[in-house]
T-cell receptor, first 116, second 107 residues
């Protein structure tokens, strides 16, 4: 059982380049999230999805786009990378209990992105 | 104002000590609460869920106070392996993480 898998694990981009980060989960979870983590800032929510075909903005969405064409995949795109987007990116997924409460979030191993 | 606030620490304690962390959350509608542990910027991993009645898992005890909107974590008999950053989470569809509290357990 792979859980949540992120690709790639490391990447160096030049300013202005584009890339897509892939998150895949095999737990049939409805909810998926993209976070970025910077020193001293904790995890900040970029975008999230409550189901296939739906996405919504989080706390820091500017400069990012997302798509959830399939339930198991959540893609994060950077159209024109900037040095301020140098960070560690984490994907997570979760579901809801029978009582309607979010269960624990499972995380991918992270993508370390450097924009030069 | 951040959705979830924590004291960043670090908390430097000797082995065997008892240490307590608190955090506060701003959304009174939050329904799910958790403590996560994160090592050296690896992915966060669930330490324990937090229930209104309080819950215990070995040396770890978590409490939730809905009236005051704070969550606590108590670690008894600290081990060197407990050294990590502890993240507080409040969730209502979206998961909001605190910035984390760093714990250093010294020999």
């Amino acid at each position: 059982n792979a859980g949540v898998t992120q690709t790639p694990k490391f990447r160096v981009l030049k300013t202005g380049q584009s890339m897509t980060l892939l998150c895949a989960q095999d737990m049939n979870h409805e909810y998926m999230y993209w976070y970025r983590q910077d020193p001293g800032m904790g995890l900040r929510l970029i975008h999230y999805s409550v189901g296939e075909g739906t996405t919504a903005k989080g706390e820091v969405p500017d400069g990012y786009n997302v798509s959830r064409l399939k339930k198991q995949n959540f893609l994060l795109g950077l159209e024109s990378a900037a040095p301020s987007q140098t960070s560690v990116y984490f994907c997570a997924s979760t579901t809801k209990s029978r009582q309607g409460r979010n269960t624990e979030a499972f995380f991918g191993q992270g993508t370390r992105l450097t924009v030069v | 104002r951040k959705e979830v606030e924590q004291d960043p620490g670090p908390f430097n304690v000797p082995e065997g000590a008892t240490v307590a962390f608190n955090c506060t959350y701003s959304n009174s509608a939050s329904q799910s609460f958790f403590w996560y542990r994160q090592d050296c910027r690896k992915e966060p991993k669930l330490l324990m869920s937090v229930y209104s009645s309080g819950n215990e898992d070995g040396r770890f005890t978590a409490q939730l106070n809905r009236a005051s909107q704070y969550i606590s974590l108590l670690i008894r008999d600290s081990k060197l392996s407990d050294s990590a950053t502890y993240l507080c989470v409040a969730a209502l569809n979206k998961f909001y993480f605190g910035s984390g509290t760093k714990l250093n357990v010294k020999p």
